[in-house]
């Protein structure tokens, strides 16, 4: 997808309060202390954060979770940036569990100590339907032993798309690398589950749901040494 460059995309990178601003001076450390959280709290991390819907929405339901929304390209990741700001005018309240980092997942252990994150969420990620782009999907498995090696004890990955073969083949990178399964749908939109506070909707979400698309959602805990 072409993303336009956008008039105020300098301005919201340096200046958002939801924004990372230098991100060569972020550490595994930075996490569980000011100035990006004012609470030592649980970190959850979604990896594609996109244009910001679903951060905006966990970090409303969830106020004793840290949310951290990882996006590579700088055009979305701004919009996320402005949905929080308007979120936190609107609401009149002061958002003080979410923030953005403008970066990529193949980087994630330069940012996160190991055994630092409770849950990472991968919703709707590029699927790379060429198979020599095989390594390059978020849940194959040398990005499984990333996530295995920063979630704590216990620690769950929760996987959504609309594309058949991409959850397909992340069913069996799961079940390879001994992933316990805790939960998996293909219409996602037919389950009680996703009413029931586990599950904000995506803008890609509800594009992809007003056409008649099946959601296919998987939620699993990482494996055991």
Not at 59 to 65: A, K
Not at 129 to 139: D, M, Q
Request: proline share 5%.
């Amino acid at each position: 997808m072409c993303n336009r460059k956008k008039t105020y995309t300098q301005d919201v990178l340096q200046n958002s309060p939801f924004m990372i601003k230098d991100t060569e001076a972020v550490t595994p450390a930075t996490w569980v202390k000011p100035p990006f959280f004012t609470q030592s709290q649980p970190i959850h991390l979604e990896i594609g954060t996109g244009k910001g819907n679903f951060i905006t929405g966990m970090s409303n339901l969830h106020p004793t979770v840290n949310f951290v929304g990882m996006e590579r390209e700088k055009e979305i990741i701004v919009m996320a940036a402005r949905k929080l700001e308007h979120n936190q005018a609107t609401q009149n309240t002061s958002l003080q569990n979410a923030i953005l980092v403008h970066g990529d997942a193949s980087n994630l252990n330069t940012y996160f100590a190991p055994a630092s994150v409770s849950r990472i969420y991968l919703n709707f990620s590029d699927p790379w339907p060429k198979s020599r782009n095989a390594k390059r999907r978020l849940t194959y498995r040398s990005f499984l032993d990333i996530y295995k090696g920063l979630l704590v004890a216990d620690g769950e990955l929760h996987f959504k798309t609309d594309n058949m073969g991409l959850f397909d083949f992340s069913l069996e990178e799961f079940a390879e690398k001994g992933w316990q399964s805790i939960f998996n749908t293909r219409d996602l939109h037919q389950e009680s589950f996703h009413l029931e506070g586990h599950n904000v909707t995506t803008e890609y979400e509800q594009r992809f749901s007003d056409l008649g698309q099946p959601i296919y959602r998987a939620c699993y805990v990482k494996p055991r040494d």
